[in-house]
Nanobody, 125 residues
Framework: QVQLVESGGGLVQAGGSLRLSCAAS????????MGWFRQAPGKEREFVAAISWNAAVTYYTHSVKGRFTISRDNAENTLYLQMNSLKPEDTAVYYCAARSGDLLGYSRVDAYTYWGQGTRVTVSS
């Protein structure tokens, strides 16, 4: 089974940028659809963005459209989330996740099989 490790989180001021990375343990990465989710304190984990195995299709939750960009490098077994114009409400632990099959239900937590341990993003006002 693939293992996922996120990195790139940290403390940033509102309006700033961060790029999150999710490194996969092996080449099976390139066969998986991938997603980014986040969980703020006291809240449920929520969908942020998803990308198909070949990067042909991407999806975003409404609140991050135009500010965040999901991408992947299958040669490097790595998933990215470029986050610009960050807001305090983006503060959360960010998780990457992998799934096989199709992308139906791409925004559902239970549609993904493998998860990383998360990386914390804090946006100060």
């Amino acid at each position: 089974q693939v293992q996922l490790v996120e990195s790139g989180g940290g403390l940033v001021q509102a309006g700033g940028s961060l790029r999150l990375s999710c490194a996969a343990s092996d080449r099976t990465f390139r066969s998986y659809h991938m997603g980014w989710f986040r969980q703020a304190p006291g809240k449920e984990r929520e969908f942020v963005a998803a990308i198909s195995w070949n990067a042909a299709v991407t999806y975003y939750t409404h609140s991050v459209k135009g500010r965040f960009t999901i991408s992947r490098d299958n040669a490097e077994n790595t998933l990215y989330l470029q986050m610009n114009s960050l807001k305090p409400e983006d503060t959360a632990v960010y998780y990457c996740a992998a799934r096989s099959g199709d992308l139906l239900g791409y925004s559902r937590v239970d549609a993904y099989t493998y998860w990383g341990q998360g990386t914390r993003v804090t946006v100060s006002s």
